[in-house]
């Protein structure tokens, strides 16, 4: 059993930065597919950033520029360097590990990030 702990969420102020980790339990962090997504109040889950096993990235529009996603795979985690906050970024972050591989799809309990003055 896949268990996904996120940390780092909090409350920032416009143009500021943070960073979110999410570390992962078990054996196949390293041939998953990571992703980070967000939820605002009122709207449906969106994709942010994902990376792959190899390391390839994509991210949505919304945030390329300004948001990072990496992974180190001997501590089983995945980052999100987010910088240039805004407030329309103000959402629950959550930790995603999918592998068709081990037939998994794992959500983590997420993570609140306000972007307020």
Same mark, same amino acid.
């Given at each position: 059993?896949?268990?996904?702990?996120?940390?780092?969420?909090?409350?920032?102020? *416009? %143009?500021?930065?943070? !960073?979110?980790?999410?570390?992962?339990?078990?054996?196949? @962090?390293?041939?998953?597919?990571?992703?980070?997504? !967000?939820?605002? *109040?009122?709207?449906?889950?969106?994709?942010?950033?994902?990376?792959?096993?190899?390391?390839?990235?994509?991210?949505?529009?919304?945030?390329? %520029?300004? @948001?990072?996603?990496?992974?180190?795979?001997?501590?089983?985690?995945? @980052?999100?360097?987010?910088?240039?906050?805004? *407030?329309?970024?103000?959402?629950?972050?959550?930790?995603?590990? @999918?592998?068709?591989?081990?037939?998994?799809?794992?959500?983590?309990?997420?993570?609140?990030?306000?972007?307020?003055?």
């Amino acid at each position: 059993q896949v268990q996904l702990v996120e940390s780092g969420g909090g409350l920032v102020q *416009p %143009g500021g930065s943070l !960073r979110l980790s999410c570390a992962a339990s078990g054996s196949i @962090f390293s041939i998953a597919l990571m992703g980070w997504y !967000r939820q605002a *109040p009122g709207k449906q889950r969106e994709l942010v950033a994902r990376i792959g096993s190899g390391g390839s990235t994509n991210y949505a529009d919304s945030v390329k %520029g300004r @948001f990072t996603i990496s992974r180190d795979n001997a501590k089983n985690t995945v @980052f999100l360097q987010m910088n240039s906050l805004k *407030p329309e970024d103000t959402a629950v972050y959550y930790c995603n590990l @999918f592998s068709v591989t081990a037939s998994i799809d794992t959500w983590g309990q997420g993570t609140q990030v306000t972007v307020s003055s």
